[in-house]
């Protein structure tokens, strides 16, 4: 009998792992070097047609012992690499080594939160770090280290005789959050917790620059078509916002954007959130990208306004540096939360529940869940949040130097000044059809990913940095790239 293959976790897994390692390794350097830039090339007939080839029969009857070598080496050659300068097309970072190493931590010990038995010490550590971000985004709990310390409230008043004692009102319970797959579920839960909360006839108002998933996620929850309300500027208008809420029937959710897909703008948060104050709405942001702002000193103040939201979306493998998945909904009244409590005996029986095991099923609507909770905290952990705000202030950087040698350079146009880290510009004078065609040239040539967004009327290139070793040398031979491609 054939000894079976190796466990990575137990007393055995980490003398199993290590050679399996520096396989993987080896694999991932040599598919870097035979790719040779930011992506590979050739176009999709190429890429499957050596992914083919490496893969050969799927599942022979025989297994090959060096698969995990060829496959890999094989993904590396045909990836696009996010660590490129040259690869600037997507909110799609290259994830921190210490995170993905965290993650092959997670992977090795394997455990599943939809039962406290299944990861009892991952159960807790989600707990505090949902509970850290949740506090960084409305200002209650251990995020707020730079803030005014909330005032310690008055006792309470009372009097002799027969005036009653005034009770002291229940304290708040802080806000909460969940890890999800991303911003897109993290959407789709933020307008499930709305209906829930004000009934199926909830009706979603949102910018003209919202993400997709939001009227798509409206669309799946059966709620009312979405009332879009334009954004002119690129972001929503507060006059058109509130004469939609005043015409409209109730009750509303809005839904704002910090760091719009196509030019990472930011709306107008305290004037959406005051509007929806004055019409009783309920307000949701999705902050997917613009959210990591949260971690600097010299970008916090661009989301002014957040704290006032009912429920928000981060997005943690955008401006966070994780690998995917690393999605976040904060929810500032955890009572909202209740509406996802579920019962399977299997996993949270009545009597264990009362017993003290934590109910993990109405932390998400999935039930097999993998602790993406151990990257972020470690990333948390090591970098703190200084670390994490650098980061965050050199990619903004680079976008403003990058913005000004566009701007400086007579060949180019410039959309806007960068709000965050993302910049469309265009050759000058270029139609959009040779927009288009020189962003695919240099896709099939495997020489540089760039992005396309659509905006007054006209197609723009976009460079979205993610990346926060980028360097000014590389900015100008993105730009040199793109002059050397458009036809003359």
Known sequence: MSTPPSLASGPEGPRA???????????????????GGPLPSGGPDAVAARMRDAVGDVLPDQGDPHALHSLVRALAENAADPADPLCAAHL???PLALATAADLAASTLNPSLDSWDQGPGAAELEALVTGALAGEVFG????????????????????????????????????SALFTTGGTESNQLALLLAREAHGAGVRLVHGANAH??????????????PVVVPAPAGVLDPASLDEALRQLPGPHIVAATAGTTDAGLIDPLPEIAALCAAHGARLHVDA?????????DRHRALLTGLDAADTVTLDLHKLGWQPVAAGVLAVRDPGDLAVLHH???????????????????????????????????VTLG?????GLGRLVEQVCARAGEFAALVHDHPGFELHDPPTISTVLFRPAHATDAAVAAVRRRLLTDGRAVLGRARLDGRLWLKATFLNPHTRPDDLAALLKLVEGNTPG
């Open 92 to 94: 799609h970072c290259p």
């Open 382 to 386: 090591t970098l703190g949040r200084d």
């Open 212 to 225: 997709h998933s939001l009227p798509r996620a409206a669309w799946l929850l059966g709620l009312p078509e």
């Open 17 to 35: 792992l290590r050679p399996l390692l520096d396989t993987v390794l080896r694999a991932l350097d040599e598919g870097a070097r035979a790719r």
């Open 288 to 296: 997917a990208y613009g959210g990591g702002l949260l971690f600097s």
């Open 343 to 377: 019962r399977a005996d299997y996993l949270n029986a009545d009597d264990d529940t009362e017993a003290g095991l934590p109910d993990l099923l109405g932390r998400s609507l999935r039930t097999s869940r993998r602790p993406d909770v151990l990257k972020i905290a």
């Open 140 to 175: 209650d709990g251990g995020g707020e280290r730079r803030r005014t310390a909330p005032v310690t409230p008055a006792p309470p008043h009372t009097t002799t005789g027969t005036t009653p004692t005034r009770a002291p009102a229940p304290p708040r319970k802080p806000p």
